[in-house]
C-alpha cells in the first residue's frame, strides 16, 4: 500500500523545538527524494526541507537553514524534520511528501511530489 504517516506536531513555545516523523512504505521511500512542506492558513504551500533516501544531499528553505534539519532512517523507511528554535512564524500544517524517481537535486516544486501525507499541525506561539 501506498502511504505517507507524518507524526511528531504539536504545541511549543518561541524558541523550542520539535521532531516531525514521516514513516513510508518501502514503495515509497524508494522513491529517492522526500520533501517537507507546510502550509499556513491563507498561504500557499511552500518547500521546507528535502533529502535524497539514498544518497547525503539534503536541501532546506532559506527560512529554515540553520534551524531545520531533515535526516533518514533507512532501517525504519523513516524521514524526520529536527526544527529547533521555533518561531511563531513556523506555524503552519506541515506534509511529507515523496517524488516518484528522478532524484533529489533541490527543494523541487510541489508539484513535482506525487505522493502525500494528510499532514501533522505545528503551532508555536509567542
Known amino acids: 500500500q501506498v502511504q505517507l504517516v507524518e507524526s511528531g506536531g504539536g504545541s511549543v513555545h518561541a524558541g523550542g523545538s520539535l521532531r516531525l516523523s514521516c514513516a513510508a512504505s518501502v514503495f515509497i521511500y524508494n522513491s529517492n527524494c522526500m520533501g517537507w512542506f507546510r502550509q499556513a492558513p491563507g498561504k500557499d504551500r511552500e518547500g521546507v526541507a528535502a533529502r535524497s533516501t539514498n544518497a547525503g544531499n539534503t536541501y532546506d528553505a532559506d527560512s529554515v537553514k540553520g534551524r531545520f534539519t531533515v535526516s533518514r532512517d533507512s532501517a525504519k523507511n523513516t524521514v524526520y524534520l529536527e526544527m529547533n528554535s521555533l518561531r511563531p512564524e513556523d506555524t503552519a500544517m506541515y506534509y511529507c511528501?515523496?517524488?516518484?524517481?528522478?532524484?533529489?537535486?533541490?527543494?523541487?516544486?510541489?508539484?513535482?511530489?506525487?505522493?502525500w501525507g494528510k499532514g501533522t499541525q505545528v503551532t508555536v506561539s509567542s
Open positions: 511528501a515523496a517524488r516518484s524517481g528522478g532524484g533529489c537535486y533541490t527543494l523541487h516544486s510541489r508539484y513535482e511530489y506525487k505522493y
